[in-house]
Nanobody, 125 residues
Framework: QVQLVESGGGVVQAGDSLTLSCSGS????????MGWFLQAPGTQREFVAS????????RYSDSVKGRFTIFRENDKNTMYLRMDNLKPEDTAVYYC??????????????????WGQGTQVAVSS
């Protein structure tokens, strides 16, 4: 069973950058597609980005495409989300998630098998 722990959140100004990390325990981390979601207060959890087990397939939501980059280091059991040109509307709790297979990551949060505890990102204008 993979357990996930996020880190790297914080309070930044609009236009700044942050890199979130998601560390996984267990040997199976590298065998699954992984993803990031965000949840702003009073809203449902929504898809941000995903990456296949071998980093060959990456997907982004329209709201972050061109500003965020997802990548992973399987030898370190870690996935990252590099966030550039942050905007106040990016303010949310960010969660990493383990998918159910190696390549295709379902962006519907109902199909996520394992969640991290979340890390808060706050962007001031």
């Amino acid at each position: 069973q993979v357990q996930l722990v996020e880190s790297g959140g914080g309070v930044v100004q609009a236009g700044d950058s942050l890199t979130l990390s998601c560390s996984g325990s267990g040997r199976s981390f590298s065998s699954y597609a992984m993803g990031w979601f965000l949840q702003a207060p009073g809203t449902q959890r929504e898809f941000v980005a995903s990456i296949s087990w071998d980093s060959a397939v990456k997907r982004y939501s329209d709201s972050v495409k061109g500003r965020f980059t997802i990548f992973r280091e399987n030898d370190k059991n870690t996935m990252y989300l590099r966030m550039d040109n942050l905007k106040p509307e990016d303010t949310a709790v960010y969660y990493c998630a383990k998918g159910s297979n190696m390549v295709h990551f379902n962006p519907d949060p109902r199909y996520v098998e394992t969640w991290g505890q979340g890390t808060q990102v706050a962007v001031s204008s």
